[in-house]
């Protein structure tokens, strides 16, 4: 991949993946596609499994975007075992804990 590619690629997900930190998991949406009144959703990542669930938008994304949430989706995942921040307060979830 030449630089270009890379730096284009981080700038488009940078300006298309929100990734939210929410009590059950990390949900990642679209930012730049409106579904039924939010950002379309992409795909939910629970802390309590660490298996990435998609939906059809995750399809038609940009491919950095799909491999951005693949590769924070494997992060999740080598973190299993370990407490996560969930909060600003200090609440903590442990991650994989089934």
Known sequence: MSEKTHIADSETVARVLFV???PGGLSYADRTREESGDY???AFLPYRTLRLETYPAFRTAPKCVRDAITASA???EA???HHYDVSAV???VMLGEV
């Open 90 to 92: 200090g609440q903590k």
């Open 74 to 76: 494997r992060d999740m």
């Open 79 to 81: 973190r299993r075992g």
């Open 40 to 42: 379309a959703r992409l």
């Open 20 to 22: 939210g930190v929410f």
